[in-house]
């Protein structure tokens, strides 16, 4: 009798044991909780790609759904991973208050773990891959385009496929088959080779039409700075010819134009376009 009460007590887990047993269960706690908040950039990971393909102006590039779906299979995953834990912990305790010692360890779960990281980690590489290469040709196609638009400091230049002159032109062109008034045309350039200066080919073009300017200039006095419309055709020292002007939304902005007024200042957009094509 006094040896199967050694045996029984033998097999009794000890106070270590269900420390070491709470320990590996608040590990997988940690685990799970890891695989949801990392599940979570991931989804949201497309909304950062696309603020950089705005920057790429690459409308092709859809950076979303991919992400979203990695990440939320992430968030699944790391409950599954508490949930399938807290379980394991559970009847592991039972077991050593039973004093059965043929419980299944842990180890099942930690390599089914690493398996389906490694899977999903995979599909991201690969996807993270094809974003960049669509980036890529997207910036490629942007350069090799004749035409393109950039905004600073509120002036918007769009490339022209034209010389300084040719561009002129068709800008004069538009100008008088919509009724819009030249008011002048200034050459920066030959005024400074009359100074004896050289500079590349510039030209300004200051047009308007006085019913859309003055309903403006009686609700922001202030806009009678920029006002008339200005166009500038000029050539870059690599030779690229560009047609800047005014953002219509800066100069809302600048003289606090209501929302209704400020269609006329969009008319320089269409014709900066039609310009440059």
């Not at 559970?90 to 899977?119: F, H, K, Y």
């Not at 004896?196 to 922001?220: D, E, Q, W, Y």
Request: proline content about 5%.
């Amino acid at each position: 009798m006094d040896a199967e009460e050694a045996v029984a007590s033998s097999r009794k887990a000890s106070t270590a044991d269900y420390l070491a047993a709470e320990r590996t269960f608040l590990a997988w706690i940690r685990t799970g909780l890891a695989l949801m908040g990392f599940g979570f950039v991931v989804a949201r990971f497309g909304l950062f790609l696309q603020a950089l393909m705005l920057r790429t102006a690459s409308p092709e590039v859809r950076p979303n759904g991919p992400s979203f779906w990695i990440g939320t299979a992430l968030v699944v995953l790391g409950v599954a991973v508490n949930v399938v834990s807290a379980r394991n912990y559970l009847r592991l305790v039972r077991d050593m208050n039973s004093g059965e010692r043929n419980s299944t360890p842990s180890s099942a779960l930690a390599v089914t773990l690493a398996l389906i990281l490694a899977l999903v980690g995979l599909v991201m590489a690969v996807y993270l891959v094809s974003v960049r290469q669509t980036e890529v040709g997207a910036l490629r196609e942007q350069k090799e385009t004749p035409m393109s638009m950039e905004l600073k400091g509120g002036i918007v230049n769009v490339a022209s496929g034209h010389s300084v002159d040719q561009t002129v032109e068709r800008f004069k062109s538009l100008l008088e088959s919509k009724g819009v008034k030249l008011f002048a045309l200034i050459d920066h350039s030959g005024e400074a080779e009359k100074a004896g200066l050289h500079m590349p080919p510039t030209k300004l073009l200051i047009f308007g039409n006085p019913k859309g300017g003055t309903p403006l200039m009686l609700a922001a006095p202030s806009i009678a700075i920029d006002l008339p419309l200005k166009a500038l055709v000029w050539e870059d020292t690599a030779g690229k010819v560009w047609i800047s002007y005014n953002d219509p939304s800066y100069l809302q902005c600048r003289h606090d134009l209501p929302p209704g007024l400020s269609g006329p200042l969009t008319a320089v957009q269409g014709l900066a376009t039609q310009a440059a094509e």
